[in-house]
């Protein structure tokens, strides 16, 4: 436990789509592995595939455990054998991939458990190809949360360069948000972000919370939940020392941290904060699977089936996710180091 760099397990996600090409573009630039050990997972074959898209050609030692890693100076191999050559076409969802997925991101969960990993970093999956091979959850944070025993609030954030948000409500019909503001979720969401930002190298966060009506209720003619919910809530949250602002109108709030006042957002539902990050960077952004045991990242796009397959896919995303995960799993790994010697 004595070495301080973490190890970060990344997954070359569905095999259908434009993970295994970006995978193999992340890691032709080793300048990106010097501080941390590095495990990539899964089929061999794939990684080969993933390599011969990308026009890359790079050789990892192979190791067959994830303890292993911490033996090597520089990125290792775990090879597994999860989906056949030839099975799993580009573009289509299908069983297979959807499976292969799921027993790669398994193992690194297990591992993660067991103290052998400290970040996950994970290339785009498929849902449906994930819900086709017998994933019970609404998406791959619940299917994180459970498998390592979470029972706290966890969201995603999604990210773009400095700028951070979060989220009371996530995949949930838009008329059913009103019954997700609550003071209890707002705080919750709001101490998480600050917590996770400062696990991320943020000295000092700041967090402003977004308001749910049209300009922020306006006194209440326009809904009230900023006087009844937001605005008690953001208080709560600065009497236990969150130095948390708002609630602004969600239509000015983006301006502000665009320009630097706020390093993160909480917004009250999934598009409020979705189509300001994306106007601001699609191309760039990171998703973050907020309160979990270990940092779990991912490019915030998809699996891109329309150019899967053609060496055309942008590492930019992945080289972002992957650099948040390294922070965030070295700060765990200290934190863990830390506790060993008190």
């Known amino acids: 436990m004595s070495d301080s760099r973490p190890v970060i397990a990344v997954t070359l996600g569905d095999p259908a789509g434009i993970g295994p090409e970006?995978?193999?573009?992340?890691?032709?630039?080793?300048?990106?592995?010097?501080?941390?050990?590095?495990?990539?997972?899964?089929?061999?074959?794939?990684?080969?595939?993933?390599?011969?898209?990308?026009?890359?050609?790079?050789?990892?030692?192979?190791?067959?455990?994830?303890?292993?890693?911490?033996?090597?100076?520089?990125?290792?191999?775990?090879?597994?054998?999860?989906?056949?050559?030839?099975?799993?076409?580009?573009?289509?969802?299908?069983?297979?991939?959807?499976?292969?997925?799921?027993?790669?991101?398994?193992?690194?969960?297990?591992?993660?458990?067991?103290?052998?990993?400290?970040a996950i970093c994970f290339a785009p999956l498929n849902k449906f190809s994930m819900k086709k091979a017998g994933l019970k959850h609404e998406d791959e944070l619940h299917f994180f949360a459970e498998h390592l025993g979470v029972d706290g609030y966890f969201c995603e954030f999604n990210t773009l360069g400095t700028l951070w948000t979060s989220r009371i409500s996530s995949h949930i019909p838009l008329k059913d948000a009103a019954q997700y503001v609550t003071q209890e979720r707002i705080v919750a969401a709001s101490k998480l972000i600050h917590d996770s930002l400062i696990l991320a190298g943020f000295e000092t966060p700041r967090v402003a919370v977004a308001a749910f009506n049209p300009h922020g209720g306006e006194g209440g003619t326009c809904g009230r939940e900023e006087i009844e919910v937001i605005a008690p809530a953001v208080k709560a949250c600065q009497a236990q020392g969150y130095p948390i602002a708002g609630p602004f109108p969600a239509d000015t709030i983006f301006i502000k941290a665009r320009d630097g006042e706020y390093d993160a957002i909480v917004t009250m539902y999934h598009d409020q904060g979705q189509i300001a990050i994306k106007l601001l960077g699609f191309k760039q952004g990171v998703t973050v699977q907020g309160g979990l045991p270990i940092p779990i990242t991912t490019p915030a796009h998809g699996t891109a089936f329309d150019i899967a397959g053609q060496g055309k896919a942008d590492v930019g995303p992945t080289r972002n996710a992957f650099a948040i995960a390294c922070r965030m799993g070295a700060s765990l790994r200290r934190q863990r180091l830390e506790t060993i010697k008190a």
């Open 22 to 118: 970006l995978v193999a573009k992340l890691f032709a630039e080793p300048e990106l592995f010097t501080a941390v050990h590095t495990v990539l997972v899964g089929d061999r074959w794939l990684w080969e595939e993933g390599q011969r898209v990308a026009g890359t050609r790079h050789q990892l030692p192979e190791v067959d455990s994830f303890a292993a890693a911490r033996e090597h100076g520089g990125p290792v191999f775990l090879p597994l054998e999860t989906v056949a050559k030839g099975v799993v076409p580009y573009a289509e969802e299908t069983v297979a991939g959807g499976a292969s997925t799921l027993t790669v991101l398994t193992r690194c969960l297990e591992a993660a458990q067991a103290g052998d990993v400290d």
